[in-house]
């Protein structure tokens, strides 16, 4: 059995994930774990993943899970053009640094503002009071505002003049707040710019393939009394 990716594209590490390998021509089959209908909490993905998230990867018998540790070994073992995951010291350091950060701040800004936007509203059928919502938008805003001053800076892409693991990483993120509406780019010009590019270089094409799900969950149908059960804990999270 050859590589094996199990993704949600729901889900933004799984479509960074998914990009990385589609633009590298990585071949893989795909194995599509629903995570709406809890499908990541069965046996049978525990045995791929114990850690019962996506995205995961399965190699033969090698198993792996999380996405920063996927990408990087994905673009070991198929020995992807360098400016993915540079061998410069430096820009590496600024690949590695950024990915340390993103995941406890501009990930969790965007989830949140996600699903107490649209997905509680429209999906879950959920009121969320405004002062919670303002609040996480206030935090997104300031998310954005570090991400152009301390990563993006004045250059093409956040490792300096190509695209890497770290803009698909970044990217995916950003369009999760912009399916639900918020217009992010909207004041931030250099924002914009750095997005073109990256969709640029990734191609349109791929772009959207990779974005359909997400851009298209506010028509989600609304949610059963039994997906809501599978969802409270994680819902719990997301109203703290």
């Known amino acids: 059995m050859g590589l094996e990716l199990y993704l949600d594209l729901l889900s933004q590490p799984c479509r960074a994930v998914y990009i990385f390998a589609k633009k590298n021509g990585i071949p893989f089959e795909l194995r599509t774990v629903d995570l709406l209908k809890g499908q990541h909490h069965s046996d049978d993905f525990a045995q791929v993943n114990p850690l019962k998230k996506v995205p995961a990867l399965k190699d033969g018998d090698f198993t792996l899970a999380e996405s920063v540790a996927i990408l990087l070994y994905l673009s070991r073992k198929y020995e992807t053009p360098d400016h993915w995951y540079p061998q410069d010291l430096q820009a590496r350091a600024r690949v590695d640094e950024y990915l340390a950060w993103q995941h406890t701040a501009l990930r969790t800004s965007c989830t949140r503002t996600l699903w107490q936007k649209m997905m509680f509203p429209v999906f879950l059928g959920q009121r969320v009071p405004p002062e919670m919502l303002a609040s996480t938008l206030a935090e997104l805003d300031r998310c954005l505002q570090l ?22 990483v970044a990217i995916t993120e950003l369009m999760h707040p912009v399916s639900a509406g918020c217009q992010i780019f909207k ?38 009394a039994a997906m809501k059960e599978k969802l409270k804990p994680f819902i719990q999270l997301l109203l703290q």
């Open 147 to 168: 991400f152009e001053d301390k990563f993006l800076k004045d250059q093409d892409f956040l490792a300096g003049s190509h695209i890497s693991v770290a803009d698909l």
């Open 187 to 224: 004041s931030r010009p250099k924002l914009e710019a750095w997005c073109q590019r990256v969709e640029a270089a990734v191609g349109e094409g791929l772009f959207q393939e990779a974005h359909a799900a997400i851009m298209k969950a506010k028509d989600l149908p609304p949610a059963d």
